[in-house]
Structure formats: structure tokens, C-alpha cells
DNA sequence: TCCGAAAGAGCGAACGTTCATTCTCATTTA
DNA sequence: TAAATGAGAATGAACGTTCGCTCTTTCGGA
């Protein structure tokens, strides 16, 4: 509901009667025809939700919805679209972290707290099953994800030759595997399923280090 | 194309030319519907694919097939009760090795390989979108899931009591998480996208003994 | 300041298509 | 011969999209 409530404060007229300009109004239509038609693939797919249904959500009749996108297709690709570059966000601020194994988790635990406030989980399930068979919302999730994994290469790397980390698998195998289980853990949103933020947050450090191993200080225990 | 492929050759008549009796005709036959929309779901969803496609790719009427079947949604009902039954009978194998860690890994290993080798990751996520919103389809996930889980718990829990293992978060936590972990690593089918099964398998064993904390030998070296 | 035309926004009935399912009738099987 | 199996045209509903129309907003020129 408020995901894609992006409205523009700035570069406002200075009245608060009628300060929308034209670009203004229309983008905040879209937003609006977004947000329900999210509800409405939420609770029946992306298939089986139909325009009338969008409509009726947006409160708009099909002719005014027309005007704001093409097709159905098109408001699916902007929902895909919005939704993970929002998911991408996410792991920016991880970058920025120093400690690594810190970064990791503490990003990751925001992905899986985002997923549960959300509850987008079963907007991202219903995103990645189209992504199997429709090539336009596959670029779209591995664009997104793409620009995710070479930030967490260079950040990877960047340990890795500052003598940080000793991945126990090299970069290019562990990168997609991490993005798996990340996956596995958002499509399930294990919050809503009673587990306590507490144990994924051990579950997740505990991995991340004998994924990574860190090497702070002097550790002679290898296997 | 050989999932359900379950042709019975115990209690066969002797003859080869004409040895089926009705019933198992019939059961044939609904195998044969079953695979061929398996088909088409895979590559156009449970909504998208038609029925008359269903009907084409089975190469029968639909008048034909709707006495199999009475409905599409019994149709998808009877894939996924297979398609699930048949990855839970994977981790049965894992309940009779008597070391954990080795267990696990052996198990989850199968389970990737044979989602990579059957193409069915699109299905599962299909599969998984649809128990999103389909209450029966998600009851028969959550049965075949309930079932492994159980069977898990007690393994795990029979380890922890022999003090072979220690795991780090407790198991009413841990083993929905495994199991997230688990479906995010089946569904992006990783040895498609180059990651050498060797790589997944060591990660998994890493993995796994953070997690579980294996105490085959006094290993004095906790955090 | 006001006018009138052009463009934008909205409506909802209607379009042609496709959908899941059913019906009637023929053929095969026990 | 009665039941099971198959075919395929037919059915009504629902689909995504379009169309013609009205109402509102914008804005240059008098």
C-alpha cells in the first residue's frame, strides 16, 4: 500500500489546493493503478486476475486504465520492475558496511524483515514463476539481480584481497548460491510461519561465517 | 517425461500383445494426460495453459479427457500431489544414514540434482505461486513439507540426544528455514546457470555443519 | 480578462476471441 | 448387450481490448 507511493514533495508550486501539475497527477494515476492491480495479482496470479478486477480495484473503468497503460502485460512489467529495484535497493547499504559478515547480515535481515512487512512474498513467488516463461520479466528480474550481484563481487573481492575472507567456495559459484538461499528464505516469509527473527538472524550470521570465513584474527583451524 | 512414467509391471497377465486390464489402462492413460499438461504448464502456467492445448499435446478430445479428469483443476490437484509426494520420497532415503551431516547433504544433493535433471524447477515454482493463493494446492504442499519435516525433527532430534550434534538455533526454528533454504536452491536450478554441482555440495557441507555442529571428536573451538 | 479550440481524462457498452466444460452420438470392449 | 471410451461441435461465460462519446483542463490570442 505504500510501496509505490513515491510522491514528489519537491519542486512543488507552494499551493496546497490545486499544486499538481499535469506529469504530477498522471504518475500519481499510475501508482495508483499499480498498487491495486499488486492486490489483485497477489490474491489470483498475474493470469488469473482480470482488468475488469484491476479496475474495479483502481476504481477506474477500463477506457481511463487504457490511457495509463497499453496492456496487461505492461502493468505487469512495471510492477516487476518496481518491485525489484525496491528489492535491490535493499542490498545497496550493504556496500557501504565495512565488516563484511556484519553487511551481509544485516541486509539480509532487512530483505527478510521488508518481505514480511510487505507481505510480498507471494508477489515475488508469483514475479519469479512468470520469470520461467516469459523472457521480458525474466530481464527484467536478472537486470535487477545482475546489478545486485557484481556490487556484491566487488564488495566479495574487495575482502577477499584485503585478507578479510576466505570463501570456502570461489566467488563465481558461491554468489548465485547465496542469492538462492536468500530467495528460499523471502518466497517462504518464515515470520509469518512463527519463526523468530532472533534464530534466522543466528541461523543466517552462523552460515554467512563458514560460508565466508572471516579472518580477524590469527584462526588456525581449517578443515 | 519419465516423472509419473509409474507403468506397473508387477501383476501383469503373462501376454504381451494385449496384457492390460481395464484399471490399469486406465491409469495409463491418466498418466499420459497428466504428463502432457505437465507440458504445458511448464511452459505457459496452470492459467495460461488451455485445456484444448492440454487435449492437443495429450493427443485425445476433450471430451475424452474429461473422463479422466473433471476438471483442469483436478488436473493440477493430481500433478502437484505428485510432483510433491515424489521430492518428500527423496528425503526418506536421508532417515537411514546413521551420520547427520552426511545424510543431509546426500539428500539435499539428490533433491538437486534431480530437480536440475527432470526440468521440473519451473514446475515447482509454478507449483509454489499457485499454493499462494490455491488453498488445496498449499494444503498438499503443506502435508508432503509436514511429513519430511517430521521425519527431519526426529532424525535431528535423535542426533542431539546421542550428543553427536549441536545445532545453533533450535530445531522448531531451524528446520523451516532448511527447508526455505532448500526451495530456494531447487527453483534457481543452479548447475543451469554454471555453478558446478561440486561447488553446491561443499558449500552445503560447510553449510550444514555450522549449522548443526556436528561433535564427532571434542572440538574445543566455539565462538 | 475572457473565449474557444485542442488535448487530456474518463466512461461503459461493445467487440471478437478464447476459455472450461458439456452434449450428443459413434465406436470399442468385456 | 451394456458399459466404457472416444470424438468433436456447441455452449455460455469471461477475457483483454477498443470505440465513440462526454466532461474537464489548458492556454494562446483578442
Redesign the interface.
Known amino acids: 500500500m505504500t510501496d509505490l507511493d513515491t510522491t514528489f514533495d519537491d519542486a512543488g508550486p507552494g499551493d496546497a489546493d490545486a499544486p499538481m501539475t499535469r506529469g504530477e497527477k498522471r504518475e500519481q494515476t499510475m501508482c495508483r493503478i499499480m498498487e491495486a492491480a499488486k492486490k489483485c495479482f497477489?490474491?489470483?496470479?498475474f493470469?488469473?486476475a482480470s482488468m475488469q478486477q484491476i479496475c474495479a480495484a483502481a476504481e477506474m473503468s477500463p477506457g481511463a486504465l487504457y490511457r495509463y497503460f497499453p496492456s496487461k502485460e505492461a502493468i505487469i512489467g512495471a510492477i516487476t520492475e518496481a518491485d525489484r529495484s525496491q528489492d535491490a535497493e535493499i542490498f545497496r547499504t550493504m556496500f557501504e558496511n565495512p565488516n563484511v559478515v556484519d553487511g551481509f547480515v544485516t541486509a539480509a535481515m532487512a530483505h527478510v524483515r521488508h518481505m514480511h512487512e510487505s507481505g510480498n512474498?507471494?508477489l515475488f513467488?508469483?514475479i519469479?514463476?512468470?520469470s520461467?516463461?516469459n523472457e521480458a520479466i525474466d530481464l527484467t528480474c536478472q537486470s535487477a539481480m545482475g546489478t545486485v550481484q557484481q556490487g556484491f563481487r566487488d564488495y566479495l573481492q574487495g575482502a577477499i584481497d584485503r585478507g578479510e575472507i576466505e570463501p570456502?567456495?570461489?566467488l563465481?559459484?558461491?554468489l548465485?548460491?547465496i542469492?538462492?538461499?536468500?530467495?528460499?528464505?523471502a518466497?517462504?516469509d518464515?515470520p509469518s510461519?512463527?519463526?523468530?527473527l532472533d534464530?534466522?538472524e543466528?541461523?543466517m550470521r552462523?552460515?554467512v561465517?563458514?560460508?565466508l570465513r572471516p579472518r580477524k584474527r590469527a584462526n588456525a583451524?581449517d578443515n
Chains 1, 2 share one sequence.
Do not use: F
Open positions: 497477489v490474491h489470483a496470479g493470469q488469473g512474498a507471494s513467488t508469483e519469479r514463476a512468470e520461467m516463461r570456502c567456495v570461489e563465481d559459484a558461491m548465485p548460491m542469492i538462492a538461499i536468500g530467495e528460499g528464505l518466497i517462504n518464515l510461519k512463527g519463526v523468530p534464530s534466522i543466528t541461523l552462523v552460515t561465517e563458514a560460508m583451524n
